[in-house]
């Protein structure tokens, strides 16, 4: 007579064991993620991130908060051409080559269900058409997705007198320094609009910091980044000449 007892056992002590195989796994990755980050987004402007960690249908938000009607970029061929054109701009006219991203905060929102491709995939013509967050409830405050793990790095940039810049300024671009106080970055970033953009020989006292979030959304194993958005971006100005009366300007058009 067969006895089906211990082999419901030994199914139940598989199943039990290949979760907690696929959760040390996540954990792992999470950590590995993480550490990449950390290494990687100081030199954001320079390099991007490493291929193997971007999903191929990655999708990068830009200002979704503030300018929602500016379209997403998705998959990785798209995703690494915008990085890279945002960073050239970047370089020529705002901020010196040298500049570094200096991480102040990095928090993580770990979901115990994950982004699984299928809730992605169910999601792409929301996601296309740029709607609303991806969420069941109105309380998520952060990202696309509800259940995505959740990776946010708060970051500003070097201030005059950093190492990094070694003997250049905040402002001495690869294209020279520029006075940008009275342009919109909206314009720069979305349109390429540089017909405004003049070197400006009143520079000498003038420091400019950028400062921002990113949001990265993480695969259901936390191996990929399924979603990047860029937000709360501002350009701050500050006249050193006189230091007793330190004038600091918020450019137009941050986000």
Not at 110 to 125: K, P, Q
Not at 213 to 222: A, I
């Amino acid at each position: 007579m067969n006895r089906l007892t211990p082999c419901r056992k030994l199914s139940r002590s598989i199943f039990t064991s290949n979760s907690e195989i696929f959760k040390q796994q996540k954990k792992a990755n999470l950590e590995r993620m993480v550490a990449m980050l950390k290494k990687e987004v100081p030199n954001t402007l320079k390099t991007q991130l490493p291929f193997d960690y971007v999903d191929k249908n990655v999708v990068l938000r830009i200002f979704p908060e503030k300018l929602p009607n500016v379209p997403v970029i998705k998959t990785n061929t798209m995703y690494f051409s915008v990085s890279k054109i945002l960073t050239v701009i970047i370089r020529n006219f705002i901020l010196s080559s040298r500049v570094k991203l200096h991480i102040q905060q990095v928090n993580v929102l770990e979901n115990s269900t994950g982004l699984s491709d299928a809730v992605f995939d169910e999601a792409e013509s929301r996601i296309m058409l740029n709607k609303d967050r991806v969420s069941e409830t109105e309380s998520l405050s952060i990202g696309l997705f509800e259940r995505s793990t959740k990776v946010v790095i708060k970051w500003r940039t070097c201030v005059d007198g950093c190492s990094h810049l070694h003997t250049s300024r905040t402002v001495d671009s690869d294209m020279g320094a520029f006075r940008i106080s009275n342009l919109n970055l909206y314009d720069l970033f979305i349109n390429h609009s540089f017909s405004e953009v003049k070197k400006e020989p009143d520079t000498l006292h003038l420091e400019r910091v950028m400062c921002g979030v990113f949001v990265f959304e993480l695969s259901e194993n936390n191996d990929k980044i399924k979603v990047q958005t860029i937000d709360d971006v501002e350009l701050v100005e500050t006249d050193t000449k006189d230091k007793d009366t330190d004038e600091m300007k918020t450019v137009k058009g941050a986000y």
